[in-house]
Antibody
Framework: QVQMQQSGPGLVQPSQTLSLTCAIS??????????WTWIRQSPSRGLEWLGR?????????DYAVSMRGRITINADTSKNQFSLHLTSVTPEDTAVYFC?????????????WGQGTLVTVSS | EIVLTQSPATLSLSPGERATLSCRAS??????LAWYQQKPGQAPRLLIY???IRATGIPARFSGSGSGTDFTLTISSLEPEDFAVYYC???????????FGPGTKVDIK
């Protein structure tokens, strides 16, 4: 059974970097065919796909257009986890952040999710 | 970016009734559409993908249909555990990405 455990701070100051980690058990972050995604949810923006990382003989990333320039998603194979880094945050980045696994074969649908982390951007 | 709209915003029904939820895309998404169920304090749960394929472990009372820009999720007979918010989601191959609809809340009448 795949499990995804999120960790990271719940409060980030404006203009700083939001960093979250998703530890995977029951699967491998470097398994070919699946991808590892970050999604966030807020009352004002709803569910929003942020981006993903995946391994196909080498590492790739895809990012939402709205996030490009501020977002980095990378994997740590030694710890079997992947991370989200979002720079220059503003209060509009306040949301519940989820990590998720896609179905594989580039089917960008999400069958396993982390528990969610509420991140508040405030001074 | 493809925009998804869902209707109605709220659906008030009784257990045992049939629920019909709609999702419309701003341009064709072919059959690349999924449905999720979300309960308070939980992550979304994948129900249906590629319009009509039930995800692992999803009961047969959930079914999906449609193509192009208009899609439907049907719950044939509502069980007490089905009262929740339902989201549609489209995926695109190029550029790679995904968007979600705003959700339909199914509540108890």
């Amino acid at each position: 059974q795949v499990q995804m455990q999120q960790s990271g701070p719940g409060l980030v100051q404006p203009s700083q970097t939001l960093s979250l980690t998703c530890a995977i058990s029951g699967d491998s972050v470097s398994r070919n065919s699946v991808g590892w995604t970050w999604i966030r949810q807020s009352p004002s923006r709803g569910l929003e796909w942020l981006g993903r990382t995946y391994y196909r003989s080498k590492w790739y990333q895809d990012y939402a257009v709205s996030m490009r320039g501020r977002i980095t998603i990378n994997a740590d194979t030694s710890k079997n986890q992947f991370s989200l880094h979002l720079t220059s945050v503003t209060p509009e980045d306040t949301a519940v952040y989820f990590c998720a696994r896609d179905l594989g074969l580039d089917l960008l649908y999400f069958d396993y999710w982390g528990q969610g982390t509420l991140v508040t951007v405030s001074s | 970016e493809i925009v998804l709209t869902q209707s109605p915003a709220t659906l008030s029904l009784s257990p045992g009734e049939r629920a019909t939820l709609s999702c419309r895309a701003s341009q064709s998404v072919s059959s690349f559409l999924a449905w999720y169920q979300q309960k308070p304090g939980q992550a979304p749960r994948l129900l249906i993908y590629d319009t009509s394929i039930r995800a692992t472990g999803i009961p047969a009372r959930f079914s999906g249909s449609g193509s192009g820009t208009d899609f439907t999720l049907t719950i044939s007979s509502l069980e007490p555990e089905d009262f929740a918010v339902y989201y549609c989601q489209q995926r695109s191959n190029w550029p790679p990405g995904s968007t979600f609809g705003p959700g339909t809340k199914v509540d108890i009448k």
